[in-house]
């Protein structure tokens, strides 16, 4: 698991997350720093998570456990599943959670926007460009970073995740130990053009890793040693044409 | 003895202030924290005392009212007796609701020394509170009758009150005693005391008397330890053989100092009657005082408790930067029509930004309940604050135990004061925090509590919760499971016996209408719960299901009905 505090505090690290500013930037696990053109989300700026994955959402914010003493806030995600959060690596003692602000989910992000390190946000409807520019201007302001699962007028970093797919479950046997995924970046400046990485998300233990890693489990578990099979396998998105580009949401079905 | 001569102080003391506030027939009690705060004089005859537990006070007292404290009330009927106080020198300091202080040194002087000042103030504010004048009650009229005998004696007042923390003043067998006037319990009762420093004044008004200027230690003598307000020390102070305030005052200060550090060198110079901290004379002292003014005008009182909560963090920020600390801070505010209102309140370096908000929000209510602000004016654009402002008062150095506690108290105040935001806007459940909890489903493993409430764990964290699902737990919990059918190959709903044996492998899955094809599915794993109370009793299994396209669902059976409970996003 990254974030041992005194990791942070005692050991300068070769990772290019570390030998940033503290201040500029918002440290992100390990596994999604190479995906991030600043190898962790800049502070003030708005990242939105298309598609709205939850687990990707949550394992981006996870970082702020990092911070001293940082608190985070959930604002109108009220199907957070709050095991797998932790699983991430939040802190739920550190977690704010509004789950119906309604209409007034801006209010609320732009006055928590002065006492959290990072808000996860999903509005209540589609953001009107002016809004959201005024939103920006609290969060360069405060210097917070808001995790907006949708599409955010302006967001400084888009990512979302392509091809997604879960491991372990067998015709009637096995249990459900990872999903592999393909994290994809966009955004402007020094990240214009696309950054992919490949992960799992989660991992058999629920936090995230790169995918390149074997799962460290029993080889004896019949389960586990297909999804080592399966890993193994060169996934490119022409081998996996069963694959949707945007897979919907649970939240969303139903 | 009162070497850096301490100043003579006055306080007024309203006995069972707390229970004044309430409203309440007689056997009547004021709880704080599952115990007793303060109780009325009916309650205390039958044996209930300050810090009892409710249990044993109603045991004791069946017939006992228990009433929730109300600071607010407390602060809005002291008002009159401040405004009555200030009649007499405008530096009135309110230690708390009930219980207020001025200086002696000029009004005594004005008013024609102490004794007749106690006697007016005395008269005055038992005018203020309603109670019918009886005039050798007050008790500035029997201090004055002791006085002449050997110039200290302390008396025993109208029925010295028991349920303060420090006891009644200990009776030294030389001094007479008074015959204890029979109290009125319907009126409130006020009692004013004089002594060197604010600590020996507080006691002397509880104990009703006027301490002759430089007995103060004399006077001091006889309480117990305890009456120094430091727990620990008075604890150890007793296992030394040290039982009264007079035998800790007689050990020599440089002692005490190394042995019982600052805290305790300051507990020792209360007992020899001298100010707590030395005084330090500055050559000019810094102007930390922190305001808002409010143009146009802010006509209601909630937006100036928000900026006091800002002002008082600021204040606090300012003097730890100077490292210094105030022994009290002045609340003052202003009206568009050149009105301005001030208030003294206690500090010593221990209110929080919080803390010192909320006072400020007493004030204004007080202020407004009284109707400080909405006399004669009447024109409607001339109302409204202009100007709120927190200027600190008697700055003393920091002896640095506070600066740890500050620098976190300003981060949580920070957090804090957020959340008392969105609460105002979202309502008090609106926003939540997170309690770990313990269960077998995916929604079971937190709860959510409204902030500021405290939460009880209903059932263990770590229990072995047979049935549980494993590690990787889904991202996405719905907080209302939704209905969805499974379908077998044959189109044909799967079941699921009692013997958690399943009719068919699942092949389709119906999410509100859209069919998703079944790649890969495991269970039932069942979780049968409170079997043995009907009321709760719950049968479910649970599936992990993974559907076209790779994504996973954890569906739940129960009743013979299927539900999407979670998603693996």
Do not use: N
């Not at chain 1, 698991?1 to 070769?14: L, Q, V």
């Not at chain 2, 020390?233 to 600052?262: C, I, K, N, Q, Y």
């Amino acid at each position: 698991m990254p974030g041992e505090r005194g990791e942070r505090e005692g050991w300068a690290t070769p990772d290019a997350g570390r030998t940033a500013e503290p201040r500029g930037l918002l440290p992100v696990p390990s596994a999604l720093r190479e995906v991030l053109p600043d190898a962790g989300l800049r502070r003030g700026t708005a990242v939105s998570v298309a598609g709205g994955d939850t687990g990707l959402l949550l394992a981006l914010a996870a970082g702020v456990k990092e911070t001293e003493g940082g608190w985070a806030a959930a604002v109108g995600l009220p199907d957070l599943g709050l095991a797998a959060a932790e699983g991430y690596g939040l802190d739920l003692r550190r977690l704010l959670v509004a789950d119906d602000p309604g209409p007034h989910w801006a209010e609320v992000v732009s006055v928590l926007a002065g006492a959290v390190e990072l808000i996860m946000l999903r509005p209540d409807g589609p953001v009107p460009p002016k809004l959201a520019a005024r939103l920006a201007a609290v969060l360069r302001r405060s210097g917070c970073v808001l995790l907006v699962a949708g599409p955010w007028p302006g967001a400084a970093l888009r990512l979302g995740v392509r091809s997604g797919r879960w491991f372990g479950l067998g015709d009637g046997h096995g249990q459900l130990v990872g999903r592999q995924v393909e994290v994809v970046a966009e955004g402007r400046g020094s990240a214009v053009r696309g950054r992919t990485v490949r992960l799992w998300l989660p991992d058999e233990y629920g936090a995230v890793r790169p995918l390149r890693e074997q799962p460290a489990a029993d080889p004896a578990d019949p389960a586990v040693a297909a999804v080592a099979a399966l890993s193994a396998v060169p996934a490119s998105p022409a081998a996996e044409p069963a694959v949707e580009p945007r897979a919907p949401r649970v939240a969303a079905v139903v | 003895m009162a070497d850096d001569r301490t100043p003579r102080v006055l306080v007024v003391w309203c006995p069972d202030w707390p229970v004044v506030a309430v409203t309440g027939d007689d056997p009547v009690a004021v709880t704080e924290g599952g115990r007793i705060l303060a109780c009325s004089a009916g309650a205390r005859a039958a044996g209930v005392r300050q810090g009892q537990r409710l249990k044993l006070a109603q045991r004791l007292c069946p017939e006992l009212e228990l009433r929730d404290r109300d600071p607010e009330a407390e602060t809005r009927r002291f008002e009159p007796v401040v405004a009555a106080v200030e009649a007499f020198t405008p530096r009135v300091e309110v230690i708390r609701p009930g219980l207020c202080a001025i200086p002696v040194k000029g009004p005594g002087r004005y008013f024609g020394g102490e004794e007749a000042l106690a006697g007016k103030v005395g008269r005055a504010v038992a005018d203020a509170l309603g109670q019918p004048l009886v005039p050798d009650a007050v008790p500035g009229a029997v201090a004055v009758e002791a006085r002449p005998a050997t110039g200290s004696r302390p008396e025993a007042t109208p029925q010295a009150p028991a349920t303060s923390q420090v006891p009644a003043h200990p009776q030294i067998p030389a001094h007479p005693q008074v015959p204890a006037h029979p109290q009125a319990p319907a009126t409130p009762q006020a009692q004013v005391g004089v002594a060197d420093g604010l600590f020996a004044a507080v006691l002397a008004a509880r104990a009703g008397v006027l301490v002759p200027a430089g007995r103060t230690a004399e006077f001091l003598a006889p309480y117990p330890v305890s009456a120094l307000g430091d727990e620990a020390l008075a604890e150890l102070l007793g296992r030394l053989g040290l039982p009264t305030v007079g035998a800790f005052a007689a050990l020599p200060a440089e002692s005490v100092a190394d042995r019982f550090g600052p805290s305790g060198a300051v507990a020792h110079r209360l007992a020899r009657g001298l100010q707590p901290r030395p005084l330090v004379p500055r050559d000019e002292e810094p102007d930390l005082a922190v305001e808002q003014r409010f143009d146009p005008p802010e006509p209601v009182a909630e937006p100036l408790v928000f900026v006091a909560r800002t002002l008082a963090e600021q204040l606090h920020q300012r003097l730890a930067g100077a490292g210094l600390t105030c022994r009290r801070v002045a609340v003052e505010v202003a009206c568009a029509d050149g009105r301005t209102a001030s208030r003294l309140w206690r500090h010593e370096g221990r209110l929080s930004a919080t803390a010192l908000a909320e006072r400020v929000r007493w004030q204004l209510q007080a202020w407004q309940g009284a109707g400080t602000f909405t006399g004669d004016g009447g024109g409607g654009e001339d109302t409204g604050f202009t100007l709120l402002r927190l200027a600190p008062d008697g700055l003393s150095p920091d002896q640095g135990r506070q600066l740890a506690l500050w620098g976190q108290a300003v981060a949580d105040d920070r957090v804090e004061r957020a959340v008392a935001r969105v609460q105002a806007v979202l309502g008090h459940a609106g926003l939540r925090r997170i309690e770990p909890a313990g269960g077998r489903g995916p929604g079971e493993q937190a709860v959510k509590v409204p902030w500021g409430e405290p939460y009880e764990a209903a059932v263990p964290t770590d229990a072995p919760w047979p049935g549980r699902l494993p590690e990787v737990w889904p991202a996405v919990v719905l907080r209302e499971p939704a209905p969805v059918r499974v379908l077998d190959g044959a189109g044909q709903p799967v079941t699921v016996d009692g013997r958690a044996g399943v009719s068919a492998r699942p092949a389709l899955v119906v999410v509100r209408g859209r069919e998703e094809r079944v790649d890969g599915w495991t269970g039932p794993w069942p979780a049968v719960e409170y079997w043995w109370d009907r009321s709760l009793a719950r049968r479910r299994a649970r599936f992990q299901v993974v559907v076209g396209g790779g994504r996973a669902l954890l569906l739940t059976v129960e009743g013979g009905a299927w539900y999407l409970e979670a998603g693996y996003d």
